[in-house]
């Protein structure tokens, strides 16, 4: 069954430091991924995905993400944190079950420092 | 903003009762997911519809039922609550064409109480 798991339930760091949120996936066939994040009182948001054809994925709000079969990876990125991305960050895999559905990791909740 | 709506906003009802939730999808959204989302926890996959039609289910008993109509709105229906249905419920609509690609974008959701 395919399934993602989120490292960290919670992630703290400084404004302008590194952001690393962790995701690894479990699946038997090229898997299709998905970032979302929520923001407090409000719907996810969809920061980027893969759909193999590229391992490096940019997303929005300057977030990045590498699919890295050999690991089974799919890290979240973003060079210098703001303020504005405390948040909550969700991975998701596409699983196709006679349609196409989502099963989310739990979650990680990132604070940022100032 | 996603274009998905959803009302109301949040609902307070006591177990037993029963109550419909509302999506209003993007315009050539063909296909609407519901999701609950517990406090702490990821959304879990409901059921699906597409072309007014459920064609996928997660793992949810028959008092969680649904409908999709045809001007792109949609009702998730619970029958018979529980303390456990408090939750946030979030629809997501997509086209329906790209499979395992297909973006799903959110309503910002409806926060359900059971008391």
């Known amino acids: 069954a395919q399934s993602v798991t989120q490292l960290g339930s919670h992630v703290s760091v400084s404004e302008g430091a590194l952001v690393l949120l962790r995701c690894n996936y479990s699946?038997?066939?090229?898997?299709?991924l998905f970032w979302y994040v929520q923001y407090p009182n409000q719907g996810l948001q969809l920061l980027l995905k893969y759909t193999s054809a590229a391992t490096l994925v940019k997303g929005i709000n300057g977030f990045e993400a590498e699919f890295k079969k050999s690991e089974t990876s799919f890290h979240l990125t973003k060079p210098s944190a703001h303020m504005r991305d405390a948040a909550e960050y969700f991975c998701?895999?596409?699983?196709?079950?006679?349609?196409?559905?989502?099963?989310f990791g739990t979650g990680t909740r990132l604070k940022v420092l100032a | 903003e996603t274009g998905v709506t959803q009302s109301p906003t949040h609902l307070i009802k006591t177990r037993g009762q029963q109550v419909t939730l509302r999506c209003s999808s993007q315009?050539?959204?063909?296909?609407v997911s519901w999701y609950q989302q517990a406090l702490g926890q990821g959304p879990q996959f409901i059921f699906q519809?597409?072309?007014?039609?459920?064609?996928g289910r997660g793992n949810f008993p028959p008092r969680f039922s649904g409908l999709q109509f045809p001007n792109y709105s949609s009702e998730l229906n619970v029958n018979a609550l529980e303390l456990d249905d408090s939750a946030l419920y979030l629809c997501a609509s997509s086209t329906g064409t790209s499979g395992g690609t297909d973006t799903q974008y959110f309503g910002p959701g409806t926060r359900l109480t059971v008391l």
């Open positions: 699946s038997s066939v090229p898997p299709y």
């Open positions: 998701a895999v596409s699983v196709s079950s006679g349609t196409y559905k989502y099963i």
């Open positions: 315009s050539g959204h063909n296909t």
């Open positions: 519809y597409y072309r007014e039609e459920e064609n």
